[in-house]
Each structure stands twice: as C-alpha cells, then as structure tokens.
C-alpha cells in the first residue's frame, strides 16, 4: 500500500491542474452542444429517426475527444459541429423540396396490421418480432388484434394505433402471452380461431385445423372478442 501513487490512480499520466481543464473544456462543449442541438431545431430533438441518430451520434463524437485530451482544441469539433449542422440544414432542405430523396433518407411508414389482421409481407420486411411489436401494443391497452383497425410503423420507429369503434369490433390473435401460448394444430372445439401467424380469423370445427387461407400456416388459437380497456 505504501507504494503505491494515488495522484497516477486518481489523474493518470496528468497532474491535479488538468481536472481544472477538464472541467473548463467541459462546460464549453456542454455549451457547444446546446447551441448545436438548438440550431437543428425542434426535429433534431424529438424521437429519433435513424437519419437523426446519425446526426445526434456525430455530434457525441466531436463532442467527447475535446473534454478528455489536451492536444485536441476546441475550435476542432467548433468546426466538425458548423459542418455537422450545416449538412443536417442542407439534408432537411432537400427533404423537404423532394418527396423521393425524403423517403430515401427517412424511410417510410410501413402499414403492419390493416383490417385486425397482419400485413405479412410489410411485416416481414421491418426488423420487428413479434414479441416486441405485442408488447408495443399491450402498452396502450391493447388484448387481441380485433381492437386494432391500423396499425403503422412509422419512421421513427413508434408505432401508430388506429381503432375499430365499438360496434366494429371483431373477434381477434389475443396477444396477452398466457392466451397466445395456448395455440395448437389441434382444435378442441367449434368457434373462432385465429392464425397465430398473421391474425386471420376462420370459424373452425372440432378436430385438426386445417391451412389459413391468408398464410398457409397451421397453428390456431381461440380467438377472443374483448373491447378495449381504456
């Protein structure tokens, strides 16, 4: 213990007088970044598209050498941070002027549940599990796919939940993990099932079910007709 050198364990290769630089380089970029993340405006801030994490992501990186390494100076990532916001302006700008080049940087929303049932092919596209998407709906109440008349991924990443009104309500896939675990080839007896697969409802008899006609999958389960708990 009694060689050891606290000042190399606590500052490194530094001395005590580089915290007090630290610090200072700190609070300048802690400002830097502000008035970065203000001139993006309201856009850059809000839940991130995958084109806005690049920027956000940019900017962390200018920002964090500059604090921790002396030999870098600050007008460094001043002039990485102008180029930054500049090219965002300039990215926004033609978004906006071109309907084509916006979908091509931000993607476009995908329509993933229409009618109470799966759009499979859009949903098999979107790096979404089922899980995950289920659980996204749960959040906002949801039981079973028949409370569901629209459902959009949008570009970034939230999910858009339109609903049946009450008396549009129709059986659906119940979602809650203790009913979708009771799914089967095997269908114990008449009534509603639902394709576990992508949502389709078929009025079923007793027996082994058959194909669904919407995805040629074979696993079933009953499907329920709860309103929505708001």
């Not at 203790?178 to 008449?190: G, T, Y």
């Amino acid at each position: 213990m009694e060689n050891l050198d606290w000042t190399k364990i606590m500052v490194g290769e530094e001395d005590w007088g580089f915290l007090i630089e630290i610090s200072i380089r700190t609070i300048l970029m802690y400002f830097i970044i502000l008035i970065g993340l203000r001139l993006l405006g309201k856009r850059g801030v809000r839940q991130l598209s995958v084109f806005e994490m690049v920027v956000i992501i940019s900017l962390g990186s200018a920002a964090g050498d500059p604090m921790f390494y002396k030999e870098i100076g600050l007008m460094v990532p001043i002039a990485i941070f102008a180029i930054i916001v500049g090219a965002y302006r300039l990215t926004t700008f033609f978004m906006v002027k071109s309907k084509a080049f916006d979908d091509l940087v931000e993607g476009k929303a995908t329509y993933i549940i229409e009618g109470g049932v799966f759009s499979i092919a859009s949903f098999q596209k979107e790096t979404l599990a089922q899980d995950e998407f289920f659980a996204e709906l749960r959040q906002q109440g949801i039981s079973h796919l028949g409370q569901v008349k629209t459902a959009i991924l949008e570009t970034s990443g939230s999910v858009s939940v339109f609903f049946f009104s009450e008396h549009e309500l129709r059986p659906g896939l119940p979602i809650l993990p203790k009913d979708f675990e009771l799914s089967s080839a095997i269908i114990p007896s008449n009534g509603n099932y639902a394709c576990i697969f992508c949502g389709n409802v078929e009025l079923m008899v007793k027996g082994k079910g058959t194909l669904c006609s919407n995805c040629s999958h074979n696993e079933w389960v009953c499907a329920i007709s709860d309103a929505r708990v708001q």
